[in-house]
T-cell receptor, first 117, second 110 residues
């Protein structure tokens, strides 16, 4: 059981380049989300999805796109990288509702450390 | 909007007890979570409260008062490995969004 897998772990981009951060989960979770974490600001929600084909914006969506074509995958696209997007990005997944003894805790990937120069 | 407040930093001594407070303002409350995050690592789940009261899990306990918008995480018999950031998070809204506080950096001293 791999849980939540994020790739790559590290990435350096030049301003204006585009790229996709990959996220996959094998727990059949309905809910998936992307956060960015900056020093002193905690985790801020970028985009989220409550199921395949459904996505919505979080607190800081500008400059990012997402899609959810399958339950397992939730890629995050940076359209034109900017230095302000230098951050650590976390993907997370969870059930939408309690399942027996399992609550709706979020499981996190190991993070992608992105630097835009 | 939502507002989640927790202290930025706390320091405690090995073997002691520490309480980390979290206050929140939200609509459509659907649960409060505590996560632990060591430097350079992903957050990991510690506890979950959806009803008022105390939930105990070994050395860690979490309390919730929904009417006061207040929770705390209690860590007993502190160990050096407990030095980490502790994140309070609230799930709310019809889409069950999870919103995080800025985290409390706990340093355990020998």
């Amino acid at each position: 059981n791999a849980g939540v897998t994020q790739t790559p772990k590290f990435q350096v981009l030049k301003t204006g380049q585009s790229m996709t951060l990959q996220c996959a989960q094998d727990m059949n979770h309905e809910y998936m989300s992307w956060y960015r974490q900056d020093p002193g600001m905690g985790l801020r929600l970028i985009h989220y999805s409550v199921g395949a084909g459904i996505t919505d914006q979080g607190e800081v969506p500008n400059g990012y796109n997402v899609s959810r074509s399958t339950t397992e995958d939730f890629p995050l696209r940076l359209l034109s990288a900017a230095p302000s997007q230098t951050s650590v990005y976390f993907c997370a997944s969870s059930y939408l509702s309690v399942r027996g003894s399992m609550n709706t805790e979020a499981f996190f990937g190991q993070g992608t450390r992105l630097t835009v120069v | 909007g939502q507002n989640i407040d927790q202290p930025t930093e706390m320091t405690a001594t090995e073997g002691a007890i520490v309480q980390i407070n979290c206050t929140y303002q939200t609509s459509g409350f659907n649960g409060l979570f505590w996560y632990q995050q060591h430097a350079g690592e992903a957050p990991t789940f510690l506890s979950y409260n959806v009803l008022d009261g105390l939930e105990e899990k070994g050395r860690f306990s979490s309390f919730l008062s929904r009417s006061k918008g207040y929770s705390y995480l209690l860590l007993k018999e502190l160990q050096m490995k407990d030095s980490a950031s502790y994140l309070c998070a609230v799930r709310s809204g019809s889409a069950r969004q999870l919103t995080f506080g800025s985290g409390t950096q706990l340093t355990v001293l020998p």
